[in-house]
């Protein structure tokens, strides 16, 4: 008996995974034998705690469809998402179609709306900026696309991540351009709610990173005089232990004294 399927899978949108879950069918199909159905075991839902398993040798059914899948790069998080699209699919066709068709139906609308909102909003702008102006014009693109965002964002779209940064990015390229940018427009020329919001946002990460580089600088101050020491004792060890304080950053990397120090350790070692 031949117990091989054929799905319509053409609601899948994205390709990859669409193209991961015709190589699942397609390894399914290759474990069906004449006496054993290799769907039902996917109908089982079995399949969800066996791909992290490794398979006797005997496990012919298995070992046909993961080592398939594997062969055609499934692996971590792609394999898990295929395995739950092929179950809801082998279990639940019609359901599994219409939510995929719903979806698509909500990024198809997201879509027009960006694409309006570049068409009628943003291109106009860059049109008006372009014999130069100043970021303080900004304030009410950005709140528009804000709002925006807020009303489509469901899930990563990689799209509109790209044109939140291209959008924001009008107002700076650093958090802390965008916070004195915000400051200045919201106190004399333009205010929303949204934007406000944003403002306070951006001021969070600055005070952050304000609070993480004074941390860093403080151990960068206090670490110096340890690679001094190190530097004018040549003891390999005390080199080590000083370039080595248990943490790390770029800022600490450029010092003179830590190049000095990773310098003369590379020669006392090559000694």
Known sequence: MNFHR???????????RKKGLENAIEAVNLACTADADAWLYVESKKIYDDYNKDFAPHEIMKNTIFNHMKLH???????????????????????????HEEQNSICEGEKRVVDEFKRNTLVPYY??????????????????????YDRIKHQY?????????????????????????LNKILDNTYSSPRLSNYRDAIKLRVDYQNKMNEIQDNLITQQLPILRAAIE??????????????????????????????????????T
């Open 157 to 181: 779209n990689p799209e509109l991540t790209s044109l939140f940064e291209e959008v924001t990015d009008l107002l700076g390229t650093t958090f802390q351009e965008k916070l004195d940018v």
């Open 73 to 99: 790069g499934h692996s971590g998080g792609s394999i898990s998402l295929t395995i739950h699209d092929l179950v809801n699919m082998a279990t639940e066709y019609s359901t599994w179609k219409r939510a």
């Open 233 to 270: 004792s040549r003891n390999p060890v005390a080199l080590k232990a000083a370039l080595n304080p248990g943490w790390g950053s770029m800022r600490f990397f450029e010092q003179k004294e830590y190049k000095e120090a990773d310098a003369l350790l590379g020669k006392l070692q090559d």
């Open 127 to 148: 049109v008006s900026m372009s014999g130069g102006g100043s970021r303080m014009t900004a304030g009410p693109i950005v709140s528009e696309f804000l709002e925006l």
């Open 6 to 16: 054929a799905y319509d899978i053409s609601c899948v949108a994205d390709s990859l």
